[in-house]
C-alpha cells in the first residue's frame, strides 16, 4: 500500500458539493452526509471497521443525480449491539428518518441485520455486501480483545491495516486501498476501540421478519477480508434474496467498482418501490437537501429546512457551504507515520499494561512486528 499524497479528483469535487454534518446526540457524536430529494425515503450507507462516512462518496454522488436520497454515516462510539440499536433509532428519530433502506458493507452489514431484527418496522430492504452473521471467529482471531480499549492507537490502525489484502492490486483497486488507509488515519483511538469490539463482541444475527425478497447480496468473488465461510452462511440464510455477484473488486467495491455497484443499488432501490425524483433536483441545494448548511448541531434540534429555501444543484450559497477542513482533509504524509519519539513514548506508556496482561505473548509479538512495520514504512519516505 502507498501512502497518500493527494484526494482523487471526483472526491475533492463531492467535498466542494456536499456538506458533512456533525451532531451530538446525547453522548454520541454523529458525522454523516445527507445527499437527494427528503421526500425519498432514504439509502442509509454504513462502513466497515476501516471505513468512514466518505468512503461512500461515489454512491451519493451517483444516485443523488438520478433522485435517490443517500446518507452515508460514520459508526459512532458505542461498545455493544443493543447500544448501537439505541444509539442508531435516536439518530433516525433527530433527522427525522422514519423508514429507511439500509446499505452495509463487512462489519456495517452485520450492524444493519442486527438493527431490522430488533427494529423490523423500521427497515424496509437490505443491501448486504461481504458481511456475516455472527462475531465467533472474529473473536477467537483476537484474544487480546479484553484490552483492546487500552491498546495505541497506532497498533489498532496496524491491526486493521494488515486485514486488508496486500497487493499487487489493478489500478483501481489499489486506488480504493489507498483511499480507505487514509481513512483510516483519520479515525481516534476510540473509534477504532469501539469498532473492533463490535466486530469481536459474541453475538449471532437472529431470524429477521423482513422477507427475502427485500434483500440483496452484494459480494466480490476475488477476495476480502470476511472469510467466505462466513459470506456464504449470509447466503444461506436468505435463499430467496436477490444475488449480485462482482467477479473483482477487493475489499471495497463501492470504490473500485462504483458503476457496478450503483447499478445494483439502483436496481434494488426500484425492485423494493423506491421512486425516484430526479425532477427536484432543481430544488436541492449544494448542501444535498439536507437541511443546514452548519456542520454541527447539538441533538434534538430540527434539521430540515423547506424545500422552497434551497437553490440550484450547482449554484449553492458560496463559502458558507463549503465544508470544514477539519475532519475532511487527506493526512500529508508527515501526519501518517510516527515519529520515532512518538514510538518511543508510546512505548514506554504502554509497557506497564503489557507486562500486566495475561496476553503478553500474542500481543507483543503483534506489537514488535507493528513498530518494526511502521519504521520501515517512514524510512522509505524519509
Same mark, same amino acid.
Given at each position: 500500500?502507498?501512502?497518500?499524497?493527494?484526494?482523487?479528483?471526483?472526491?475533492?469535487?463531492?467535498?466542494?458539493?456536499?456538506?458533512?454534518?456533525?451532531?451530538?446526540?446525547?453522548?454520541?457524536?454523529?458525522?454523516?452526509?445527507?445527499?437527494? #430529494?427528503?421526500?425519498?425515503?432514504?439509502?442509509?450507507?454504513?462502513?466497515?471497521?476501516?471505513?468512514?462516512? /466518505?468512503?461512500?462518496?461515489?454512491?451519493?454522488?451517483?444516485?443523488?443525480?438520478?433522485?435517490?436520497?443517500?446518507?452515508?454515516?460514520?459508526?459512532?462510539?458505542?461498545?455493544?449491539?443493543?447500544?448501537?440499536?439505541?444509539?442508531?433509532?435516536?439518530?433516525?428519530?433527530?433527522?427525522?428518518?422514519?423508514?429507511?433502506? +439500509?446499505?452495509?458493507?463487512?462489519?456495517?452489514?452485520?450492524?444493519?441485520?442486527?438493527?431490522?431484527?430488533?427494529? #423490523?418496522?423500521?427497515?424496509?430492504?437490505?443491501?448486504?455486501?461481504?458481511?456475516?452473521?455472527?462475531?465467533?471467529?472474529?473473536?477467537?482471531?483476537? #484474544?487480546?480483545?479484553?484490552?483492546?480499549?487500552?491498546?495505541?492507537?497506532? +497498533?489498532?490502525?496496524?491491526?486493521?491495516?494488515?486485514?486488508?489484502?496486500?497487493?499487487?492490486?489493478? #489500478?483501481?483497486?489499489?486506488?480504493?486501498?489507498?483511499?480507505?488507509?487514509?481513512?483510516?488515519?483519520?479515525?481516534?483511538?476510540? /473509534?477504532?476501540?469501539?469498532?473492533?469490539?463490535?466486530?469481536?463482541?459474541?453475538?449471532?444475527?437472529?431470524?429477521?421478519?423482513?422477507? /427475502?425478497?427485500?434483500?440483496?447480496?452484494?459480494?466480490?468473488?476475488?477476495?476480502?477480508?470476511?472469510?467466505?465461510?462466513?459470506?456464504?452462511?449470509?447466503?444461506?440464510?436468505?435463499?430467496?434474496?436477490?444475488?449480485?455477484? +462482482?467477479?473483482?473488486?477487493?475489499?471495497?467495491p463501492f470504490l473500485s467498482r462504483p458503476d457496478e455497484v450503483n447499478l445494483y443499488l439502483q436496481l434494488h432501490l426500484r425492485r423494493v418501490g423506491v421512486e425516484a425524483k430526479p425532477a427536484l433536483l432543481q430544488g436541492v441545494s449544494g448542501d444535498g437537501s439536507s437541511g443546514s448548511s452548519s456542520d454541527e448541531k447539538k441533538g434534538g434540534g430540527h434539521l430540515d429546512k423547506p424545500p422552497e429555501d434551497h437553490g440550484s444543484l450547482g449554484g449553492g450559497?458560496?463559502?458558507?457551504?463549503?465544508?470544514?477542513?477539519?475532519?475532511?482533509?487527506?493526512?500529508?504524509?508527515?501526519?501518517?507515520?510516527?515519529?520515532?519519539?512518538?514510538?518511543?513514548?508510546?512505548?514506554?506508556?504502554?509497557?506497564?499494561?503489557?507486562?500486566?496482561?495475561?496476553?503478553?505473548?500474542? +500481543?507483543?509479538?503483534?506489537?514488535?512486528?507493528?513498530?518494526?512495520?511502521?519504521?520501515?514504512?517512514?524510512?522509505?519516505?524519509?
Amino acid at each position: 500500500m502507498k501512502g497518500i499524497s493527494s484526494a482523487p479528483g471526483d472526491y475533492v469535487h463531492f467535498k466542494s458539493q456536499v456538506p458533512l454534518h456533525k451532531i451530538s446526540i446525547g453522548s454520541k457524536q454523529w458525522r454523516y452526509y445527507d445527499f437527494g #430529494p427528503k421526500s425519498v425515503l432514504p439509502l442509509i450507507c454504513i462502513p466497515g471497521i476501516a471505513g468512514t462516512a /466518505d468512503v461512500y462518496y461515489k454512491q451519493i454522488m451517483s444516485l443523488s443525480l438520478k433522485g435517490y436520497r443517500v446518507i452515508s454515516i460514520d459508526i459512532p462510539q458505542v461498545w455493544n449491539h443493543h447500544e448501537w440499536i439505541h444509539a442508531f433509532e435516536k439518530f433516525l428519530d433527530t433527522i427525522n428518518v422514519h423508514h429507511v433502506h +439500509l446499505y452495509g458493507t463487512s462489519l456495517g452489514g452485520f450492524l444493519a441485520q442486527i438493527f431490522a431484527q430488533h427494529r #423490523p418496522r423500521r427497515v424496509k430492504s437490505l443491501v448486504l455486501s461481504n458481511t456475516f452473521l455472527e462475531t465467533h471467529k472474529f473473536a477467537a482471531a483476537m #484474544p487480546w480483545s479484553p484490552i483492546v480499549s487500552w491498546t495505541p492507537s497506532f +497498533l489498532l490502525k496496524r491491526h486493521i491495516l494488515t486485514g486488508i489484502h496486500d497487493g499487487p492490486h489493478e #489500478p483501481f483497486i489499489a486506488d480504493s486501498v489507498d483511499f480507505v488507509v487514509g481513512q483510516v488515519e483519520k479515525l481516534s483511538r476510540e /473509534d477504532i476501540s469501539s469498532r473492533l469490539t463490535l466486530n469481536v463482541n459474541v453475538t449471532s444475527v437472529g431470524p429477521l421478519l423482513l422477507p /427475502d425478497s427485500f434483500i440483496t447480496i452484494m459480494d466480490t468473488n476475488d477476495y476480502c477480508a470476511v472469510p467466505q465461510e462466513l459470506k456464504d452462511q449470509v447466503s444461506e440464510r436468505y435463499p430467496g434474496a436477490r444475488r449480485a455477484v +462482482l467477479k473483482t473488486g477487493g475489499d471495497f467495491p463501492f470504490l473500485s467498482r462504483p458503476d457496478e455497484v450503483n447499478l445494483y443499488l439502483q436496481l434494488h432501490l426500484r425492485r423494493v418501490g423506491v421512486e425516484a425524483k430526479p425532477a427536484l433536483l432543481q430544488g436541492v441545494s449544494g448542501d444535498g437537501s439536507s437541511g443546514s448548511s452548519s456542520d454541527e448541531k447539538k441533538g434534538g434540534g430540527h434539521l430540515d429546512k423547506p424545500p422552497e429555501d434551497h437553490g440550484s444543484l450547482g449554484g449553492g450559497d458560496g463559502g458558507d457551504h463549503q465544508p470544514q477542513a477539519s475532519g475532511s482533509e487527506v493526512h500529508g504524509l508527515d501526519e501518517q507515520f510516527l515519529s520515532n519519539r512518538e514510538i518511543t513514548s508510546i512505548t514506554l506508556g504502554t509497557s506497564f499494561f503489557l507486562m500486566q496482561a495475561p496476553y503478553i505473548p500474542s +500481543l507483543l509479538q503483534f506489537y514488535m512486528g507493528a513498530l518494526y512495520v511502521t519504521w520501515k514504512r517512514r524510512s522509505e519516505f524519509v
